[in-house]
């Protein structure tokens, strides 16, 4: 019988099966084994990423790397492209799609990407920092959260002209890539809270995330969502109206033991640490064995879980540091392949 592959483990992780390992959500560059997925999107989209690049995203936001990001590319956080949510139209500019080639781009997209669809599954997405995030990242925090609470109408019509737009290119260029997976992403909440409320995700956010989840749907994909910190307010949301299959990075600042007994295997998490802080302490080996069989203990029993560690190293010759990166990897890695086995 031919060996079962990461995808193949992953899929049936992603079905509410129970697989026959752990899947390891590898976050980081330094990961050594073979990864279940790999990404493939339109990329012109992360323009701003491109080293090579003027650091612009396509709505004009320029990108800063940032030491504690760990040298990653952030929106800039000061001299903002919007001051006034009802000037928006005069700002925000979508690009002209009849421009792109998407077949030939998708070609060179997949042929960088290198993927061995016989092993991994393709992982696609489009609105690469959300809908709450490109408000933000006009605006500001500060003016992008009073915005939504002193012109809701504008707010909304800007969200439906950027959903437009996504949608547009998911359409014009889905085919090209074959994707497995359509990945959502966007942070609507911080540590300790949400940004906004339940009734406004749901009323400035929900539908245009479902536009996309429906696409995914109608072509029998996968659904994974991004979110980071204390959104478990929005789970309910994510299962039941999206359908999403799997939830990343699932941080503990959430009830993650309440959310595993609701849904199951029903609805994947992979993290359930919170590597930041968690491997910020002075570690031995034994001690990161003990979170990690701990974390795979409480969250992986019935399958509904992967593994997903990383942490931001800002000092790139912090070798203690790395160190302890490689060895959560290793010792991750040594887990899912045991736990199923006990």
Same mark, same amino acid.
């Given at each position: /019988?031919?060996?079962?592959?990461?995808?193949?483990?992953?899929?049936?992780?992603? #079905?509410g099966?129970?697989?026959?390992?752990i899947?390891?959500?590898?976050?980081?560059?330094?990961?050594?084994?073979?990864?279940?997925?790999?990404?493939?999107?339109?990329?012109?989209?992360?323009?701003?990423?491109?080293? %090579?690049?003027?650091?612009?995203? +396509?709505?004009?936001?320029?990108?800063?790397?940032?030491?504690?990001?760990?040298?990653?590319?952030?929106?800039?956080?000061w001299?903002?492209?919007?001051?006034?949510?009802?000037?928006?139209?005069?700002?925000?500019?979508?690009?002209?799609?009849? *421009?792109?080639?998407?077949?030939?781009?998708?070609?060179?997209?997949l042929?960088?990407?290198? +993927?061995?669809?016989?092993k991994q599954a393709?992982?696609?997405?489009?609105?690469?920092?959300g809908?709450?995030?490109?408000?933000?990242?006009?605006?500001?925090?500060?003016e992008?959260?009073?915005?939504?609470?002193?012109?809701p109408e504008?707010?909304? $019509?800007?969200?439906?002209?950027l959903?437009?737009?996504?949608?547009?290119?998911?359409?014009?260029? +889905?085919?090209?890539?074959?994707?497995?997976?359509?990945?959502?992403?966007?942070?609507?909440?911080?540590?300790? %809270?949400?940004?906004?409320?339940?009734?406004?995700y *749901?009323?400035?956010l929900l539908?245009?995330?479902?536009?996309?989840?429906?696409?995914?749907?109608?072509?029998?994909?996968?659904?994974?969502?991004?979110?980071?910190?204390?959104?478990?307010?929005f789970?309910?949301? /994510?299962v039941?109206?999206?359908g999403?299959n799997?939830?990343n990075?699932?941080?503990?600042?959430?009830?993650?033991?309440?959310?595993?007994?609701?849904?199951?295997?029903?609805?994947v998490?992979?993290?359930?640490?919170?590597?930041?802080?968690?491997?910020?302490?002075?570690?031995?080996?034994?001690?990161? #064995?003990?979170?990690?069989?701990?974390?795979?203990?409480?969250?992986?029993?019935?399958?509904?879980?992967?593994?997903?560690?990383?942490?931001? +190293?800002?000092?790139p010759?912090?070798?203690?540091?790395?160190?302890? #990166?490689?060895?959560?990897?290793?010792?991750?890695? $040594?887990?899912?392949?045991?736990?199923?086995k006990?």
């Amino acid at each position: /019988m031919a060996q079962l592959t990461e995808k193949e483990n992953y899929f049936m992780c992603l #079905r509410g099966e129970v697989p026959e390992w752990i899947p390891h959500m590898a976050a980081d560059p330094s990961y050594k084994w073979e990864r279940a997925t790999a990404g493939a999107s339109p990329s012109f989209l992360m323009k701003a990423m491109d080293p %090579n690049g003027d650091h612009k995203d +396509i709505w004009g936001v320029e990108h800063v790397t940032s030491k504690e990001a760990g040298g990653a590319m952030i929106p800039k956080t000061w001299d903002f492209i919007l001051d006034d949510i009802t000037k928006w139209r005069d700002v925000i500019k979508a690009p002209n799609l009849d *421009e792109i080639d998407f077949e030939q781009l998708a070609k060179k997209d997949l042929e960088k990407a290198n +993927i061995d669809r016989s092993k991994q599954a393709v992982q696609y997405g489009v609105a690469g920092t959300g809908y709450f995030q490109h408000l933000m990242a006009f605006m500001g925090f500060t003016e992008g959260l009073c915005a939504l609470y002193e012109e809701p109408e504008e707010c909304e $019509e800007l969200f439906q002209y950027l959903s437009d737009f996504y949608v547009d290119v998911v359409n014009r260029s +889905i085919d090209y890539y074959q994707p497995d997976i359509m990945s959502l992403v966007d942070d609507t909440a911080a540590w300790g %809270n949400p940004f906004i409320s339940v009734e406004m995700y *749901e009323k400035f956010l929900l539908p245009h995330y479902k536009r996309l989840s429906d696409i995914a749907h109608d072509r029998d994909m996968f659904v994974s969502f991004h979110n980071c910190g204390k959104c478990e307010c929005f789970v309910d949301d /994510m299962v039941n109206v999206l359908g999403v299959n799997v939830w990343n990075p699932a941080q503990n600042c959430n009830d993650l033991v309440a959310i595993k007994e609701k849904y199951g295997s029903k609805f994947v998490m992979a993290g359930c640490i919170n590597s930041s802080s968690t491997f910020q302490a002075d570690l031995n080996e034994e001690q990161i #064995r003990e979170i990690v069989w701990d974390v795979a203990n409480t969250y992986a029993p019935g399958g509904g879980f992967c593994f997903m560690a990383s942490f931001i +190293i800002p000092d790139p010759n912090d070798q203690k540091a790395i160190w302890k #990166r490689d060895m959560v990897n290793e010792v991750m890695h $040594e887990v899912s392949r045991e736990f199923y086995k006990k």
